[in-house]
């Protein structure tokens, strides 16, 4: 599958977007499910582990955290009762200051999502809640987010 992801100032790396599609497209053939979690730590180079909606608190004191979206981060979505485990997404590119782009597994089950919208629609224009499009120019229910995690580990 040939696949050039939106580039944002900084890029998305292409060589971890293909091998976390290369791994998704493995497990799919052998009937195996894909997950957001290994497709997301493959896609960012983020090595967190666990359910995705963990992430949020284990990468405290561990990697960057932030509430605004930068290219490669990525979006940890809070735990709901629609989503109990929570659901993480890699920012391929930052549209706007309220709409970015994520490439995600398992949004639609078992498949990989590329250059997905999300809109924000915080009032506070801080990414807490989003809509995510469930088909092109379709933006779905509203989402709460914890925030980005980004790939600079932190120091001391």
Known sequence: M??????GPQGL???????AI???????????RVWCVPFARNA?????????NTWWAQARNVFDRGDQPRVGAVMAFSGTRRLPMGHIAVVSSV??????TVDHANWIRNKVSLGMTVIDVSAGN?????????????PG????VD?????DARSG
């Open 147 to 151: 925030g980005f995690i980004f790939s």
């Open 13 to 19: 790396d292409q060589t971890l977007l293909s091998r």
């Open 141 to 144: 229910r509203v989402y709460p």
């Open 44 to 52: 960012s180079g983020i090595s967190l582990r666990g359910n995705a």
């Open 22 to 32: 290369s791994e998704a497209n493995s497990l799919r053939a052998t009937g195996r």
């Open 95 to 100: 549209v706007s200051d309220r709409e970015i």
């Open 2 to 7: 040939a696949f050039m992801a939106p580039q």
């Open 126 to 138: 801080d990414w807490s809640s989003v809509r995510v499009e469930t088909a092109p120019g379709k």
